[in-house]
């Protein structure tokens, strides 16, 4: 299941952002009159096709494993959880309906009608992302249910979907999602730049997605610290685990790296109460530590501490990147001229795919040993049936070769790229698109 979430992960975030940069880019381009930009949406809506096609084989499998790896969990709380499954089918179709409609109408439609079509495949792609993080959500706070004698009884499907996790988490998914797509797109375009590619067209590929991404990240840092103050009062173990935070009381410290070892965080560097700043505002906040959980309820702490000091520290360096260009861009209407920009732009894609994976693996490992927070263990769900390994090596075999036909035909798409021709007037080093 981690194999699985993690590869289709980072397309969900392309198929939630991609849309939005594309209808970004039709604006621009029926507004206009923009050639390059026309150049940009026929490059950007194959690479959204081919991207939409294999996340829909991965997000399949990853459909069937619910129930073949989770029986336990399904067979008890599929009725509490159905709903946005159900919900998310339903604007699964919506995208795909309307992505064929722009993908094949081009010479049918007119610019403009052709770009409405994309609104749809917009909104169904944060749709579709936001019903299946309500899901995880309900996970992590379960509710919407009573259990009696071992059964489920008052089932409350909506109460289950909006439940106090749905805010923090769906919100944060989908602003990591318009990073992760703004990022990896705009880093195609500076490794370009950075091999002598500084004609108009790269730099306007560079500048929408970079843009979408930049305004985003000082929000996702936002609703990270609302997702933090969240734990405190929702899942305190899982933010001690986050923190390597041992002794509860006051004047918590914030411990960035270092490795748990007995019953202590060593080798990290301490900021004396800065955690209980950041929780309630006053080093005489006090946050619970580990200390006070039985060994066999707390998560794997050094693999949680270090995913999130991960998440974090590229969640800085992204804003740092942003502010830098924001900046540059306030005062002269032009990329930094800085070698050093493009070079990191170019590592800001991976670096905001590692931080939602990171990210996935604190949600996911920090909540253990529960799948359902406080109702059912994880050892409780899993399918005990033996041999399952070998369905896990003929998934990870699928993923290999999907993983090698998606690089493959991005690349030829990459390759089929129209060179400008040498008669084209090319820019000013000052001219960059507005």
């Known amino acids: 299941m981690a194999l699985s979430l993690g590869w289709h992960i980072v397309l969900a ?27 940009l949406i026929e490059r950007w809506a194959r690479t959204t096709g081919v991207l939409f096609a294999v996340g829909a084989v991965s997000g399949t499998i990853l459909s069937f494993e619910l129930g073949l790896l989770w029986p336990g969990m399904m067979g008890l709380y599929g009725e509490v959880i159905g709903l946005p499954f159900a919900l998310e089918g339903f604007a699964f179709f919506i995208e795909a309906i309307f992505i064929g409609i722009y993908l094949y109408t081009g010479g049918l439609l007119s610019p ?3 770009a409405w079509t994309l609104v749809p495949v917009a909104v169904a ?29 008052r089932v409350e499907p909506w109460a289950a979907m909006f439940n106090p996790a749905t805010p923090p988490q769906t919100v944060h998914m989908i602003l990591a999602a318009f990073m992760v797509a703004g990022f990896a797109t705009a880093s195609v375009y500076a490794v370009a730049m950075l091999r002598g590619r500084r004609d108009r067209y790269h730099r306007l590929g560079f500048a929408i997605p970079f843009t979408v991404a930049a305004i985003v990240t000082p929000f996702q840092i936002l609703v990270g610290d609302l997702a933090a103050r969240f734990l405190a009062h929702y899942q305190p173990v899982k933010l001690a685990a986050m ?17 748990a070892t007995g019953e202590e965080l060593r080798y990290g560097l301490e900021i004396p109460g800065a955690l209980s700043i950041l929780v309630g505002e006053s080093t005489d906040t006090v946050v619970r530590g580990l200390s006070e959980v039985p060994p066999a309820d707390r ?12 998440m974090v520290g590229i969640g800085f360096f992204l ?27 170019a590592l800001s894609g991976l670096a905001a795919a590692v931080a939602v994976e990171a990210g996935w693996v604190v949600t996911e490992v920090g909540r253990q040993p529960w799948i359902v927070y406080g109702r059912m263990r994880t050892a409780d769900a899993v399918n005990p049936a033996p041999g399952l390994w070998a369905g896990f090596l003929i998934v990870s075999a699928v993923y290999v070769v999907l ?32």
Do not use: K
């Not at 992302?129 to 309500?134: C, K, L, Q, R, W």
């Not at 923190?243 to 490795?259: H, K, N, V």
């Not at 924001?326 to 732009?345: C, E």
């Open 13 to 39: 975030c392309m198929g939630v952002g991609m849309p939005v940069l594309l209808l970004i880019a039709e604006w621009r381009a029926v507004r206009r009159g923009d050639p390059d930009c026309r150049r």
């Open 112 to 114: 403009a009608v052709r």
């Open 125 to 153: 792609g944060v749709a579709s992302a936001f019903f299946v993080v309500t899901a995880n959500a309900w996970m992590n706070q379960p509710r919407g249910f009573t259990l009696e004698g071992g059964r489920i009884t």
């Open 243 to 259: 923190e390597g935070l041992y002794r509860t009381g006051p004047d918590a410290p914030l411990t960035i790296g270092g490795f």
């Open 299 to 310: 998560p794997p702490v050094t693999v949680v501490h270090l995913a999130f000091d991960l």
């Open 319 to 345: 804003l740092a990147l942003s502010a830098w260009f924001a900046l540059t861009w306030w005062r002269r209407r032009d990329l930094p001229r800085s070698r050093w920009f493009p070079r990191l732009a």
């Open 403 to 434: 993983t090698v036909v998606t690089v493959y035909v991005l690349r030829r798409l990459a390759g089929g790229e129209r060179p400008l021709a040498p008669q084209e007037p090319q820019p000013e080093p000052g001219q960059v698109p507005s």
